[in-house]
């Protein structure tokens, strides 16, 4: 196959979405059934994207395919000189793998979907805003500029604004698509403020001008702080759709949308946007702007690990969890793990989607309950919602023969290198405590919905497993949770297939002495990196060789430890949760309170806005207003002083010359009789009045 054929085959990915959205929107009403058109061409998405992954990694694994057109051209400007803004498409190994992912989850989330909505009164337009979604994601994951990539970034918002918000007549569901969507624009200003950053220097948005230029020496405005500066700017954007700390706040509120919508945004498409952001900028980081990266990551999966641990809604704890693991993803890329983290992204999308399907499963089952403590004994109810669920929670928890256990592993090994070449070992002691973490909140939360006996007879008994349209779903999402899909080696992911052959760590083209100590090559490894095959040392390489098998057994210890844990609490109640709880209440309160983030959020920053615009407000109302209403008043009073003198000075002048005149008219033609004789007697008249009052010489 052509590489034009290849890029013509994308083309079409991208817009398939597009045109079943279009079509949907416009014909949904009038074409019953018409929403099978929109999984259709999803699916049709999904064996092209499966044909081009195909033949990228087959034939062309090495090389970058890239098509490109002027879409602006400003001609030579005066100050900044001749500006061309492009628009195209970047095909390389990661892009193909991101568009099976997407487009897979995608589809199993239509299929999924078919049944979990039915009845909704929004049925098809529900499957219209699936499609743009799609479409939104697939157009970041394509793209070979930063500009094509924030158009999109915005349309994913959007997006995601009209599917969480889809039941819009709850208030809940409304305030929670608002405040997904303003927090996400909070973190989206930043970005766009290092996009203008790199464009003002280079005069382009496209990727690999921009790293040309600063594998150069030429970084924006001549200082390594701009280019740091810039790193963390487009960091921003990935905070914000990532939700890392601190914008993390909007993703569990999003669980107010459909729970196919929760896997689709909590899996591979929305929250997974802002990592590959981040994979895609990683080149041009410096040790600054990583180390900032990987302090958020850590915290964030800290933070989001130990609210999950006490939440009892089954959504909630899934979306803490995706808060989590997302933050293991942005510290991986922070400690220079970029493979790891990658692979994390695909594994993660794969299971955590099972996990969402299948609580969507379960709360369809159980007439629309959440409570996982009014939950218990479902496991003999939905035995494949069960089997699923519990293959996806060994995968998340890092248990051996399942897929998190090798990309969790290869993050713990970077961490555990990091810590070691640069000294800061909080960050790997956060990552061993939040995969310990991790594997106590599933297991409790898998112990509590389908172990044991049932809370709630009345739901329990009319429970049933679900249709096949929505256990399908499940059965393919977990069996892609197993190492074999991946590695042939279960304990090790570094020896794999996928990581060797397809998921390259590219060079990093920022200056040298901005760099960690272990991504300088030596001078041996000078000239290998200027043709993109060394990115670390060898001291960190064998650094990362040293620590796959501590961080391996010390991650099987506290994920162990973790899940054993869990047993004593809620299987063999060996130990009371509840009397736990009670000695710990101010612990416990400030998880289940979420570490009171949000009440922060309303004292600080949402009350500080409302007492901004109550301030606006009154300066508008006060001042602003107070000018205007006084400047109306003393116009309409000049305006009757004009009208006064106009009306009284100016015509009365005019109308008393006018009566005088007339006046005099009317007295003078009482004299003009026509009359001879009588202009006589005036003549006599007057010479006798002169003659008395002149005497002649």
């Known amino acids: 196959m052509s590489e034009s054929l290849l890029i013509n085959i994308c083309i079409v990915i991208l817009f398939l979405p597009l045109l079943g959205f279009t079509t949907v929107v416009l014909l949904g ?28 990694l087959s034939f062309y694994n090495t090389k970058d395919i890239v098509a490109a057109f002027t879409w602006i051209t400003m001609g030579n400007a005066p100050s900044p000189g001749a500006i061309s803004i492009e628009l195209g498409f970047k095909i390389d190994n990661i892009t193909v793998l991101m568009l099976f992912v997407v487009n897979l989850i995608s589809f199993l989330v239509h299929v999924f979907s078919i049944e979990y909505m039915r009845g909704d009164k929004l049925y098809t337009r529900y499957f219209a805003y699936l499609g743009i979604f799609t479409f939104s994601m697939l157009g970041i994951v394509l793209t070979h500029n930063l500009l094509m990539m924030y158009i999109f970034w915005e349309l994913v918002g959007l997006s995601s604004y009209l599917l969480i918000g889809f039941w819009f007549e709850k208030k809940s569901a409304s305030d929670a698509a608002k405040k997904a969507f303003i927090v996400n624009r909070i973190g989206d200003i930043g970005m766009f403020a290092g996009i203008l950053i790199l464009f003002t220097q280079y005069k382009t948005f496209t990727f690999d001008v921009i790293y040309q230029q600063i594998a150069a020496g030429n970084i924006p405005f001549g200082s390594n702080a701009w280019l740091t500066a810039a790193g963390i700017l487009i960091f921003m954007g990935a905070v914000g759709k990532s939700a890392q700390f601190p914008l993390h706040v909007w993703l569990p509120d999003a669980m107010e949308g459909p729970t196919p919508v929760s896997a689709l945004i909590h899996a591979a498409t929305m929250v997974a946007a802002g990592v590959y952001l981040v994979v895609r900028i990683f080149v041009m980081l410096t040790a600054d702007a990583m180390l900032v990266i990987a302090v958020i990551g850590a915290f964030t999966s800290l933070v989001a690990a130990t609210i999950a641990l006490t939440q009892n809604d089954i959504k909630k704890v899934l979306a803490y969890s995706t808060v989590s693991q997302l933050g293991y993803m942005v510290m991986s890329l922070g400690v220079g793990a970029y493979a790891f983290a990658f692979f994390h992204l695909i594994t993660h999308a794969f299971f955590k989607a099972c996990l969402f399907l299948g609580s969507g499963s379960v709360i369809h089952s159980m007439h629309h309950e959440q409570d996982i403590r009014n939950m218990g004994g479902l496991k003999k109810k939905m035995p494949v919602t069960y089997y699923t669920f519990l293959i996806s929670t060994l995968a998340i928890s890092g248990v051996p023969l399942f897929s998190g256990f090798l990309s969790k592993d290869g993050i713990l090994a970077g961490t555990l290198a990091f810590g070691k070449l640069t000294g800061h070992w909080l960050i790997p002691i956060i990552g061993f405590t939040v995969a310990g973490l991790t594997a106590f909140y599933m297991f409790r939360l898998v112990i509590l919905t389908f172990h044991g006996e049932p809370k709630d007879h009345h739901k329990y008994d009319h429970a049933h497993e679900s249709p096949f349209v929505m256990a399908a779903p499940l059965v393919v999402l977990a069996a892609l949770s197993i190492f074999i899909w991946y590695t042939p080696n279960p304990i090790g992911a570094s020896d794999g297939w996928v990581l060797k052959n397809w998921i390259k760590t590219p060079t990093q083209v920022v200056p040298l002495e901005t760099r960690y100590d272990f991504m300088k090559p030596s001078t041996e490894e000078a000239k290998a990196e200027v043709h993109g095959e060394v990115i670390h040392s060898v001291e960190y390489t064998e650094t990362m060789h040293w620590a796959h098998y501590p961080a391996m057994f010390l991650s099987l210890a506290v994920a162990g430890l973790g ?27 400030f998880s289940l309170n979420k570490w009171f983030l949000d009440e922060l959020y309303d004292m600080t920053a949402i009350a500080g806005t409302l007492s901004f615009s109550s301030i606006l407000a009154w300066f508008d109302n006060k001042i602003v207003d107070g000018i205007v209403n006084g400047s109306a008043t003393v116009t309409r009073f000049v305006s009757r002083m004009s009208g006064w003198f106009d009306t009284f000075i100016v015509d009365g002048f005019v109308n008393f010359t006018a009566f005088f005149s007339g006046f005099v008219g009317l007295s003078f033609r009482r004299l003009q009789t026509g009359k001879v004789q009588t202009y006589i007697v005036f003549v006599i008249f007057a010479i006798i009045i002169l003659l008395m009052f002149f005497k002649p010489f």
């Open 563 to 589: 899940i054993l844990i869990a047993f004593m609490f809620y299987q063999w109640k060996k130990l009371n949760a509840d009397k736990l709880a009670e000695k710990l209440k101010p612990l416990y309160n």
């Open 29 to 56: 009403k009038r074409i019953p059934k018409l929403y099978l058109f929109e999984v259709a061409i999803l699916g049709i998405a999904l064996l092209l994207s499966i044909i081009v992954a195909y033949v990228k």
